[in-house]
C-alpha cells in the first residue's frame, strides 16, 4: 500500500494492487465512478482486443473530511482525486476521455481547473478550440511530478495520460457548477495529439481528424507558474481551502486572473 497522507493532507492510501483508493475515518466522498474501455473507444487512437468492461481509471468527486463540510460547500468548488493505471491500450498511453466545461460564474470565460499530482507523473493535453470545428488555436502538453500543480486555463479542453510504469493519483479544485463537455473531443476522435508506446519507444502522434492544430507546445511545470496564483507550495492543495476558503475563488470567477492565466500558458519556460 503507498501512504497519501503526506502528499494529501488527507487520510488515504493506494491499495496494494494499485487499482483502487482508500479511505480513512471522517472522510467523505460523495461520488465514485470508473471509466472502461467501452467508454473510451470513441477516443482511443487504436483498435485493441481489451474487453469493453476493463476500467482504465477511477473517480472519487467530492472528498473532504466530514469536520470541514461547513468550510468547503459555502465555497462553491469540490475537490476530487483521479486514479489513472499504467499501461497502454493498443499503443496509446493510457489517458482519460477528455473535456471541455461550461462557460463560468462570470459568464464571460469557461471554468479553470487546478490539479495538483499527489503519486506518479502526467502529461496534460490541453487544447483550445479554433473557429471553426476540427480547428485547434492552441496546443500544449503540460508535464508535471509528484507534488507539482497544474492549472488548465479556461476555454481549454484537457485530456490527463499517465506517460509511466506507476499508477498516476491526481486531486483536483474544480467549480461544483461547472458541465463538462465530452462530445466535442469526441468527435474529432479524441484530442488534437496522441501519446504512443511504439517499438518501445515514446512518440507523439497527430490526430488526423483535426483540420489545423498548430505546434504543440511542451510546457514543464515549475514555481513560477505556480506563483503566478499565489499558491504556497508548502500548503497541500486540500489544505490551501482550509487555511484560506477565498484563496481559490478565480475557479469560479476565471476573470478575476486572466492576466496569469495567458502568461500561465504563453511559452516554454
Given amino acids: 500500500m503507498i501512504d497519501l497522507e503526506e502528499a494529501s493532507g488527507l487520510p488515504i492510501v493506494l491499495d496494494e ?29 487504436d483498435t485493441t482486443d481489451f474487453s469493453d468492461d476493463t476500467i482504465v481509471y477511477r473517480m472519487y468527486d467530492g472528498v473532504y473530511r466530514l469536520q470541514a463540510k461547513d468550510i468547503i460547500k459555502p ?15 493498443g499503443s496509446e ?5 477528455g473535456h471541455y466545461h461550461s462557460v463560468s460564474d462570470d459568464q464571460k470565460y ?15 493535453l490541453v487544447q483550445k478550440e479554433g473557429a471553426k470545428k476540427g480547428e485547434i488555436a492552441d496546443a500544449a502538453v503540460l508535464i508535471a511530478g509528484k507534488g507539482q500543480r497544474i492549472i488548465v486555463p479556461p476555454e481549454y479542453g484537457h485530456v490527463a495520460v499517465n506517460p ?5 493519483v491526481l486531486a483536483n479544485w474544480i467549480a461544483e457548477a461547472c458541465t463538462p463537455n465530452y462530445g466535442d473531443i469526441a468527435q474529432c476522435g479524441g484530442a488534437a495529439i496522441f501519446e504512443k508506446e511504439i517499438n518501445g519507444t515514446f512518440e507523439i502522434v497527430p490526430n488526423e481528424k483535426y483540420s489545423f492544430v498548430p505546434p504543440v507546445r511542451t510546457i514543464n511545470v515549475n514555481e513560477y507558474r505556480t506563483a503566478l496564483f499565489n499558491m504556497k507550495s508548502s500548503v497541500s492543495l486540500y489544505d490551501l481551502i482550509i487555511k484560506d476558503p477565498g484563496c481559490l475563488d478565480w475557479l469560479r470567477y476565471p476573470i478575476r486572473k486572466i492576466e496569469q492565466f495567458e502568461k500561465y500558458i504563453e511559452g516554454v519556460l
Fill in 93 to 97: 498511453y493510457i489517458k482519460t476521455l
Fill in 75 to 89: 465555497t462553491g468548488i469540490r475537490y476530487d482525486l483521479t486514479l489513472i493505471y499504467p499501461g497502454t491500450i
Fill in 110 to 124: 469557461g471554468y479553470p481547473e487546478l490539479y495538483e499530482v499527489l503519486y506518479g507523473e502526467v502529461h496534460f
Fill in 164 to 168: 509511466g510504469s506507476m499508477p498516476l
Fill in 17 to 45: 494492487e494499485g487499482t483502487d483508493l482508500e479511505f480513512g475515518n471522517g472522510m467523505v466522498v460523495e461520488t465514485r465512478r470508473e471509466r472502461t474501455v467501452g467508454e473510451m473507444r470513441d477516443v482511443l487512437a
